[in-house]
């Protein structure tokens, strides 16, 4: 099979693979539509290091190609997606309720990554087929009614970006400061809308983000090329600054601004991958007196998360297929790669069709 391979920093390569050999509760998923994400992005710069050779990827919209002998309740043939976590079901972080966390501490520093196994430990989904392990766990099928392009963004950035809010507790009548309006940071905003806050601004610099913005249900978009956007926030907000701030990119920077934006008891939830360390400035920190949470989140998953995530998609009350920008066939993967890295063209995803 073809498959999109880690080659060294700086390349990843279109190379062919052998087929994966399935295990007992294993099922293999021939790929029908996949996507690139910014974590791909820090594998290719080499700030996130994974296995040379290793088929990149997380985010598959797929066809059952073949089941494991253990695997019930599935069948060959059936469409699903899986999310890009993918949990056992059974250790002790499922077991506790951080499913995400599946695995961490097994390992040190960036390999404390939980449940990411797919394009981080075991071969991802940019390919013509992928394994997905613990099957009975992560596979979700797909509803007639809702096309590839609707589900593509479930795996990942749609459970990231909604678990801003509800990790940040955004309750009814909030306001909320979304700082970066990728695809991450543009699901955060949905995920606000959805939970409730009535007061929603997004940040961002690029005409085109802060328009997607609006449409996820942002109620102010802030140019911080043209504005200070701590300065403009404080005074939307009348002084009183916001309730939760969701950081959405991964620098210093805005991690900085989202805490200085924060009313006193206020909650920053934190999105971005981070690949340097963080320092938490004294005074908006209110020295350790202002009563703030800081939380992160790693991407829900397993095959409720999806199935709930696709209910969403399907009651018509968020609509990301819009982020969609671009389409390219596996075989022109590392053009498509070269487009997404440098953020040119207006991009914000690409549908990869094998």
Known sequence: MKAAVFAEPGRILLRDKRVPEVG?????????TTTICGTDVHILKGEYPVERGLTVGHEPVG???????????????QRVIAGAI??????????????????AGLTHGWKAMGGWRL???????????VLIPDAMNNLAPVPDELSDEQVLMCPDIMSTGLSGSERGDVQIGD?????AQGPIGLCATAGAKLSGATT???????????????????????????????????RLTGGRGVDVAIEA????????????VLRPGGTLSSLGVYSQDLSIPAAPFAA????????????????????????????????????VTHRYRLDDIEAAYELFAHQRDGVLKIAISP
């Not at 002790?92 to 309720?97: E, I, L, M, R, V």
């Not at 306001?175 to 700082?179: E, M, N, Q, S």
């Not at 997607?212 to 802030?222: F, I, L, Q, S, Y």
């Not at 991407?299 to 209910?311: A, D, K, V, W």
């Open 24 to 32: 007992p509760l294993d099922a293999l998923l021939r790929i029908t």
């Open 249 to 260: 990119l991964g620098t210093q920077h805005t991690f900085e601004a989202c805490l200085r």
């Open 119 to 129: 394009g981080n430990t075991i071969d991802g989904c940019q390919a013509e087929f």
């Open 288 to 323: 350790g007196l202002g009563d703030y949470r800081i939380i992160t989140t790693l991407c829900p998953g397993g095959h409720e998360r999806m199935r709930r995530l696709m209910s969403v998609i399907a009651s018509g009350r968020v609509s990301l297929e819009a982020m």
């Open 86 to 103: 993918t949990p056992s079901g059974h250790s002790s972080a499922c077991q506790c309720g951080r499913a995400a966390q599946d695995g």
């Open 175 to 179: 306001a909320v400061a979304i700082f």
């Open 200 to 234: 929603i601004i997004a940040v961002d610099r690029l005409p085109e983000r802060l328009a997607m913005a609006k449409r996820m249900g942002a109620d102010h978009a802030v140019d911080f090329s043209a504005v200070d956007p701590v300065e403009e926030i404080m």
């Open 63 to 77: 066809v059952i190609e073949r089941l494991g002998s253990g695997v019930t309740g599935y069948h060959e043939g």
